[in-house]
């Protein structure tokens, strides 16, 4: 059934597409710009979702969303095991899983669809997966508070020292 899913693929509107193989880096939901074949728009997992008009297909993209949480988080995980805490990389990393598990999230509780094909299993996995990746980011980015203040420390000597 090859075929079927070329078909198919070729229909779709919008493509989870990755920009970097390292891993680490979350991928991104992208949209056909007009006829072209390829998806270079980026949107998020709802705005993806808003232009499917098939709800068989949400499933199928929120399912694929999940999967590829899945895998950065398994890579973050990782990451997190063999790097410290003053790992420059780690900010990075914890966004990353923030924001691509944020999407998830927020396609899980939007309103205006109400995902009623999402089988609970699914909705299950899917919360347990975001869950466990706010875990990792939390590791990722335990760093990040100090750094934040130290910017707002930073900004007020500079205002201080910019302001008469
Ligand atoms: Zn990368």
């Known amino acids: 059934m090859t075929m079927t899913a070329v078909a ?13 193989d390292c891993g680490l880096c979350a991928p991104t939901w992208a949209r056909r710009r007009g006829k072209s074949r390829r998806f270079t728009e980026p949107v998020t997992l709802m705005m993806a979702i808003e232009l499917e008009p098939s709800a068989a297909r949400w499933v ?12 950065l988080l398994a890579a ?17 990393v914890g966004l990353a899983l923030v924001m691509f598990s ?16 999402l089988l609970d299993a699914l909705r299950l996995v899917c919360l347990e997966t975001v869950a466990a990746a706010m875990s990792t980011a939390a590791g990722c980015l335990v760093k990040m508070g100090e750094m934040v203040e130290l910017a707002g420390a930073m900004a007020s000597v500079l205002s201080g020292v910019l302001e008469p």
């Open 8 to 20: 198919g693929r070729d229909l779709d509107r919008c493509a989870l597409v990755a920009e970097c």
């Open 76 to 92: 973050a995980d990782e990451f997190l095991a063999v790097t410290t805490v003053d790992d420059p990389e780690r900010p990075s």
């Open 60 to 71: 199928v993209m929120v399912r694929e969303h999940r999967f590829a949480l899945g895998e």
């Open 102 to 117: 944020g999407e998830l999230a927020a396609a899980l509780g939007a309103q205006e669809f109400v995902l009623e094909p």
